[in-house]
């Protein structure tokens, strides 16, 4: 349960092997999803296009809900990747855990505060960046403005608020979620036969539990998502 990081140096600067690992491995599975559902592209969908399809249509409901579809558009297939890749890295550390040499080294990447916040930041970069392609400078600033001027210290903490909430939201269920199977597991398995028999079906119930968490977690996070892209794009805000 108290398992450290594989760390290594390089040139000065420390990284988490872990992370690497498991940031590429929700990548790559990402990545197959999308190859497997798009290659045999037919008018009437079947199997994984259907599958593939139905996201599409989910997230732009989420987008629809948040903005006008004339300004969301172009957010479509960021929606669909974010919404797919973190569900993916929810999932991942789920059916087990992998240590080597008291290194934890296969879990959840979400499960690590440096992921989930980083994907905040360039969530809540990304709004910065479209608000002033779209609105350009001056309309952007004024945003910070409005709807009175004296709320703009305000309007800053919100920034720095957001992005500290999105990320900390996500890394703290599933890492919660796979603490406490961790814990479960551990704990029952060291009260014999009768104890590691026992934690099969809690383990199970827990992990089901756990997959529920995990995508409502993606949906929320691909949902505030799109409203702080829409604070920024939209013009009725």
Same mark, same amino acid.
């Given at each position: 349960?108290?398992?450290?990081?594989?760390?290594?140096?390089?040139?000065?600067?420390?990284?988490?092997?872990?992370?690497?690992?498991?940031?590429?491995?929700?990548?790559?599975?990402?990545?197959?999803?999308?190859?497997? /559902?798009?290659?045999?592209?037919?008018?009437?969908?079947?199997?994984?296009?259907?599958?593939?399809?139905?996201?599409?249509?989910?997230?732009?409901? +989420?987008?629809?809900?948040?903005?006008?579809? &004339?300004?969301?558009?172009?957010?479509?297939?960021?929606?669909?990747?974010?919404?797919? %890749?973190?569900?993916? /890295?929810?999932?991942?550390?789920?059916?087990?855990?992998? *240590?080597?040499?008291?290194?934890?080294?296969?879990?959840? !990447?979400?499960?690590?505060?440096? +992921?989930?916040?980083?994907?905040?930041?360039?969530?809540?970069?990304? /709004?910065?960046?479209? @608000? *002033?392609?779209? &609105?350009?400078?001056?309309?952007?600033?004024? @945003?910070?403005?409005?709807?009175? &001027?004296?709320?703009?210290?305000?309007?800053?903490?919100?920034?720095?608020?957001?992005?500290?909430?999105?990320?900390?939201? #996500?890394?703290?269920?599933?890492?919660?979620?796979?603490? #406490?199977? /961790?814990?479960?597991?551990?704990?029952?398995?060291?009260?014999? +036969?009768?104890?590691?028999?026992?934690?099969? !079906?809690?383990?199970?119930?827990?992990?089901?539990?756990?997959?529920?968490?995990?995508?409502?977690?993606? %949906?929320?996070?691909?949902?505030?998502?799109?409203?702080?892209?829409?604070?920024?794009?939209?013009?009725?805000?």
């Amino acid at each position: 349960m108290h398992h450290g990081a594989p760390e290594f140096e390089f040139m000065g600067l420390w990284f988490n092997g872990a992370n690497i690992l498991m940031i590429t491995i929700a990548s790559l599975v990402v990545f197959l999803i999308a190859v497997l /559902s798009t290659r045999r592209l037919a008018m009437k969908p079947t199997g994984m296009q259907n599958f593939l399809e139905w996201v599409l249509d989910f997230v732009k409901g +989420i987008i629809n809900s948040t903005m006008d579809w &004339k300004e969301g558009g172009r957010f479509h297939v960021l929606g669909l990747t974010i919404i797919m %890749y973190i569900f993916v /890295s929810n999932m991942l550390g789920l059916p087990f855990s992998i *240590v080597i040499d008291e290194k934890l080294w296969w879990k959840s !990447p979400t499960a690590d505060p440096v +992921i989930t916040l980083t994907l905040a930041c360039l969530v809540v970069g990304l /709004s910065h960046f479209y @608000g *002033v392609k779209l &609105k350009g400078a001056k309309g952007y600033g004024e @945003g910070f403005f409005q709807p009175m &001027k004296f709320l703009f210290p305000l309007k800053i903490i919100e920034e720095f608020a957001n992005t500290l909430t999105l990320g900390l939201r #996500l890394y703290g269920n599933i890492y919660a979620g796979e603490l #406490l199977l /961790s814990l479960l597991a551990a704990g029952l398995a060291h009260q014999g +036969i009768a104890g590691m028999i026992a934690a099969i !079906p809690l383990t199970l119930v827990w992990q089901g539990f756990s997959v529920f968490v995990g995508s409502i977690q993606a %949906y929320i996070f691909t949902m505030l998502t799109m409203v702080y892209l829409s604070h920024k794009v939209s013009h009725d805000h």
